[in-house]
């Protein structure tokens, strides 16, 4: 079957640490993978897009890899700040007919002072 | 710019009865997308719509779901009869190109 796996559990780390988020998918072949962020009573806002043929790509102190042979995408934030607590949810961009996103489950981050 | 409008923000309604939900685009996005939201699990596609023409219902329970975008612009999503499991936070978003743009959402609650 195919399944987009995102760390169940919450993660928590301490403000100034990087915390590294983990999405692992079987059975798709996505043309790009795209990260989102999500607040609590809103809906999700974008992040991030890498390409299949990226390995790596930055924003400011967002970092996403790409590995389509390990099926996994990481996400990392550097110098994590209290203000970065959120639901993080990965996307698996489907090319087909149409443009399609499969979404994880996301992980939820909480960065304590 | 504006964003992804939504209304209502929040309804609760009886088992059985209907619900509609509405969203207005950012202006010029030809792509419209329709998710549910369970408490805990990420955002699911009900529907896609390519200015007023549908490209993906494929997860729309269309025994009780429908949706409509008249002119290419709002659209209108409706439950009828609503069922205890229809309780979730329905996202509207839209488009341009890969990125999309969400709504703050409508959260059901079915009692």
């Known amino acids: 079957s195919q399944k987009i796996e995102q760390n169940s559990e919450a993660l928590n780390i301490q403000e100034g640490k990087t915390a590294t988020l983990t999405c692992n998918y079987t059975n798709y072949s996505p043309a790009y993978l795209q990260w989102y962020r999500q607040d609590p009573g809103r809906g999700p806002v974008f992040l991030l897009l890498i390409r299949e043929n990226e390995k790596e790509k930055r924003k400011e102190r967002l970092k996403v890899t790409f590995d389509t042979t390990l099926k996994q995408s990481l996400f990392h934030i550097t110098a994590s700040q209290p203000a970065d607590s959120a639901t993080y949810l990965c996307?698996?961009?489907?090319?087909?007919?149409?443009?399609?996103?499969?979404f994880g489950t996301g992980t939820r981050l909480q960065v304590f002072p | 710019e504006a964003g992804v409008a939504q209304s209502p923000r929040y309804k609760i309604i009886e088992k059985r009865q209907s619900v509609a939900f509405w969203c207005n685009p950012i202006?010029?996005?030809?792509?419209l997308y329709w998710y549910q939201q369970i408490l805990g699990q990420g955002p699911k596609l009900l529907i896609q719509?390519?200015?007023?023409?549908?490209?993906?219902d494929s997860q729309l329970p269309k025994d009780r779901f429908s949706a409509e975008r008249l002119k290419g612009v709002d659209s209108t999503l409706k439950i009828q009869p609503a069922k205890l499991e229809d309780s979730a936070v329905y996202l509207c978003a839209s488009s341009l190109t890969t990125k999309q743009f969400f709504g703050p959402g409508t959260r059901l609650t079915v009692l």
């Open positions: 202006s010029g996005h030809a792509t």
């Open positions: 719509f390519q200015n007023n023409g549908v490209v993906d």
């Open positions: 996307a698996l961009d489907i090319k087909g007919n149409t443009d399609k996103l499969i």
